[in-house]
């Protein structure tokens, strides 16, 4: 189930648009189409109406990073396009490897949002900026929910992105690629020949080619499918377990 499917995101989407959408829409007419669609930075909530947008807020970004993995997977899955100017050609394995880069990122990401979700689902109080896995997770409202084995499973699920965009983003490493081909140092050789202007079989160049898009790219995709469908698994059990809680504490609210 995709996460815009569930009946949390429905029921946040719905609170929210009661009294969101005539600030949104004012702006709107008020600053033009140019806008941010989002409150103003100045509108003042009561309670309830923090609690039921910081919720949907979320919410909502967990939706968006599902639909960044699809886009990345689709961008990984598609061939190069062909420019003119060979000099300026991305390297297949420039594409795969940059895409799956910010597919690791993303998908990362989710535990991150998975926890900023539950910390204002459950109205805990920690600043966004100190929501840990071990501040969120050790937090007494969540004994006897069963959200901390959901998060113990997601924490599972993300730790090799984890460390792989931490070499990334702070040590300049690569991640690496969760499969080995030996055709990506040849294809690599073979596209540089043609932006140095050498002479290059065609027939060779096209099989290497070939190669790269059946066999790697269709591994390559198949583990990330594998993976994106184990975490949108964990998140529905999540919502299953948020959706109760959340209306709950909106009632409190009322």
Known sequence: MAVIEHQLYNELFKNVRVWAMPAIEERIRREGYQVILGLSPSHEFSPKQRYEYGSYYWCNRLWEAFDRLRDIRNMIGRSLYRKKNEEKSVLLQEWIVYNYEHY????????????????????????????????????????????????????????????????????????????????????????????????????????????LEIHTKRDLLVIMDKEYKQIELQVEKLFDKLLPYYRRMRSFYS
């Open 104 to 211: 690791a990122i993303v998908y990362q990401s989710i535990l991150e949002i998975a926890l900023l979700l539950t910390n204002d689902i459950f109205d805990m109080g920690t600043p966004y900026e100190k929501c840990s896995y071990s501040t969120v997770y050790n937090n007494t409202r969540l004994a006897g929910t069963g959200v901390r084995n959901i998060l113990k499973e997601l924490s599972n699920i993300t730790h090799k992105h984890r460390e792989g965009k931490n070499f990334l983003v702070h040590r300049g490493e690569r991640i690496k690629l969760p499969i080995e081909s030996r055709t990506f140092a040849e294809v690599d050789v073979i596209n540089m020949a043609i932006k140095l202007g050498l002479e290059t079989k065609e027939d060779v160049k096209e099989a290497l080619k070939l190669f």
